[in-house]
């Protein structure tokens, strides 16, 4: 995409709506175990924002901000939070919780509160690997496209 | 230290996928260490899957309740002698596949090495997964995880293996689809999904046409997923151009777990009581001979190696299904159909191994570049020869022992037919096997004067051969020693079988 075609408004609303994408995406993860929405809700939203920037300014910018070796660290990471925190109890007491027992892990003094914590945790983890993954998915089929659309216009 | 054995079950499949992302970390700091991580996960999970059958034949039953919740409500994962039985058949078929892929997946696919163990191990993941849940709908989940890797791993190889791929997604889809509408019928009639708790509900509605469809929708859908024989049609293709591990795990472990699921789907979900109400099995065993048949059949007109051996898998899952569909009318119950299993996945999982070498060392595809192989590569020739025979039923190899139970359990049932049908597949395997070992040792062809160098695949690949091809011989003496058969007896009398109604 060269110069002439870039959009002043789509631009300067992109750059607005962006940051508070974001911050509803983390408010979707972060309130995902007490009420509407999860981590993957919250994943996708926040990878919009990802595919908003790209469709307003373009492909390669996108990639420089959130490049591949981020998209697989992100996606590992996500995981390692989700199945680490279950380890972590059966880490903690010593084999006597089980995988996924959030309320055994020592986070506060409180079983419940613990049980809370842990599945906000897990949220956190989906949120990261699903925002990872879509938008890979979007890079890889953007990136496919466009050699095809180049030759086209010529 | 009971306690530690509790979480096994769990961790084969946490690690595994804990495993997986790893390597795609590490992999991409450090190329080669995807495979050593993939191998110590392997061994680690191997060590666990022997732990539990120990402690499964020893104590009971583990039950398993992921996040302390209680059952009908929670996920559980439980351990019997069925499980423990797959499971120590699975990770032990990994292994040995894994060994194998080290030299030829850099020689194969040099620039997706990392990706290649990244989804092997999820592969895996979803294999231990279906063998150790005790909840029907964490079962679908697992058969989806463990489809999706397969496909993509099908898929790695590029260009018509990507065709091979995408009918198998297809139709795999279509599978996991009637496994789900199956699972939600359960579902609307009892509200459970632990299997337990459904074989509980389930008896008074034994005659209600929902429950009656929800089973024959697992049974299609589980039919496909297994290349059961009208719905083999994504095997041959998948089999032939995936590289030559996978085909080993495909054909030795994929559909095998398959057959596990819908062995557990029926007897511990469904009770024999429930099967006995209508000639299901009956029709299941008519199928399976017409496969059995029809593979032998198919693969006898098949030029390429691989493709030869995948209409054998076709007639092989013919000969699990028709020790299935017999196993209520015999007291050998689901012994046949279980010794088939083991005997199929080392036997067939060897021949692959070596078609892929084949690949490896001259990339031959069709039997009749074979000539003279055997003086050019004596190891690997030898380990398709011992399994190949093993197959075959040669006393005191895997496929006789099968064959022996089969027919015995045939005679018991009064079928006499089926005897019938075993013996013609017998003859028509030795037509096509023979055909392979005939280019392989007797036509030596035109060069056949010349002074032969041998020259055999890298060590990596030839130990795995060696061993599934000496074990094909030394699992049937173990067989016909009858010391582990008190596994199988126990797996019948949890399943209520193993009587003469």
């Not at chain 2, 049932?413 to 075993?422: A, D, L, N």
Request: glycine share 8%; net charge neutral; with cysteine.
């Amino acid at each position: 995409m060269n110069e002439k075609e870039r959009d002043v408004i789509v631009e300067t609303v992109s750059r607005v709506m962006i940051p508070f994408i974001q911050l509803y995406a983390l408010y979707v993860i972060i309130h995902g175990s007490g009420g509407p929405g999860g981590g993957f809700q919250g994943g996708v939203v926040f990878a919009s924002s990802f595919i908003l920037y790209v469709i307003a300014f373009n492909l390669a910018g996108g990639r420089k901000r959130f490049p591949e070796s981020a998209n697989t660290l992100f996606s590992s990471l996500g995981l390692y939070i989700y199945g680490g925190i279950g380890l972590l109890a059966i880490l903690f007491t010593r084999g006597m919780a089980q995988y996924l027992n959030y309320g055994f892990i020592p986070f506060t003094s409180h079983f419940e509160e613990n049980r809370a914590l842990g599945m906000d945790f897990v949220e956190m983890g989906i949120g990261i690997t699903v925002m990872a993954i879509i938008a890979s998915i979007f890079f890889d089929l953007a990136q496919r496209e466009e050699p095809v659309g180049e030759k086209e216009e010529k | 230290m009971s306690n530690f054995i509790e979480h096994l079950p769990l961790l084969t499949v946490v690690i595994s996928l804990l495993s997986a992302i790893t390597i795609l970390i590490a992999g991409w700091i450090y190329k080669k260490i995807a495979w050593w991580i993939s191998l110590v996960t392997h061994l680690s999970q191997f060590t666990f899957s022997l732990w539990i059958l120990n402690h499964v034949l020893t104590h009971g039953p583990i039950h398993y309740r992921l996040g302390g919740w209680v059952p009908p409500w929670g996920i559980e994962y439980v351990m019997d002698p069925l499980n423990s039985y797959i499971l120590v058949i699975l990770l032990f078929l990994a292994l040995f596949c894994l060994l194998y892929s080290k030299r030829n997946i850099e020689h194969e696919l040099p620039k997706k090495v990392v990706s290649f163990y990244t989804v092997y191990q999820l592969l895996l993941t979803g294999l231990c997964g279906i063998v150790v849940t005790g909840d029907i709908f964490n079962m679908y989940v697992f058969i989806e995880i463990a489809s999706l890797s397969a496909y993509a791993l099908i898929a790695s190889r590029g260009k018509i293996a990507l065709r091979a791929s995408f009918t198998y997604l297809v139709l795999g889809s279509i599978g996991a689809c009637f496994f789900l509408l199956g699972i939600g019928f359960l579902y609307a009639v009892t509200g459970s999904l632990n299997m337990h708790d459904l074989s509980l509900l389930l008896p008074p509605f034994y005659k209600n046409r929902v429950v009656i469809a929800a089973f024959v929708f697992i049974l299609v859908g589980l039919s496909i997923k297994m290349a059961l024989f009208p719905l083999h049609t994504w095997l041959p293709d998948a089999h032939a151009f995936a590289p030559s591990e996978i085909s080993a795990m495909l054909s030795g472990i994929i559909i095998e777990v398959a057959t596990y699921a819908f062995i557990r789907v029926s007897f511990s979900v469904f009770t024999t009581q429930f099967l006995q109400l209508f000639p299901i099995f009956e029709i299941l065993s008519w199928i399976a001979a017409g496969g059995i048949i029809f593979g032998s059949i198919l693969a006898m007109t098949q030029m390429n190696l691989k493709r030869m051996l995948a209409y054998s898998s076709v007639a092989n899952m013919g000969y699990i299904m028709l020790g299935v569909g017999l196993s209520t009318s015999t007291r050998l119950g689901l012994i046949p159909p279980l010794i088939h299993i083991l005997s199929h996945a080392l036997t067939k999982a060897c021949m692959f191994l070596v078609a892929g070498a084949f690949i490896y060392k001259a990339d031959l595809w069709y039997i009749k570049d074979l000539q003279g192989l055997g003086r050019k590569m004596p190891y690997s020739c030898m380990g398709f020869l011992l399994s190949a025979l093993a197959l075959l039923g040669l006393p005191p190899g895997v496929g006789f022992v099968t064959k022996w139970y089969l027919i015995i359990a045939a005679l018991e049932s009064k079928k006499y037919i089926f005897v019938g049908v075993i013996f013609l597949s017998t003859l028509l395997m030795v037509f096509y096997f023979w055909k392979v070992i005939e280019y392989i040792y007797i036509r030596i062809g035109e060069e056949g004067a010349k002074e032969i160098r041998i020259d055999e695949i890298p060590w990596s690949m030839l130990i795995p051969v060696m061993v599934l091809g000496s074990l094909c011989f030394i699992v049937g003496i173990v067989w016909l020693t009858e010391i582990p058969l008190p596994i199988l007896d126990r797996v019948n009398s949890l399943f209520k079988l193993g009587r003469v109604p």
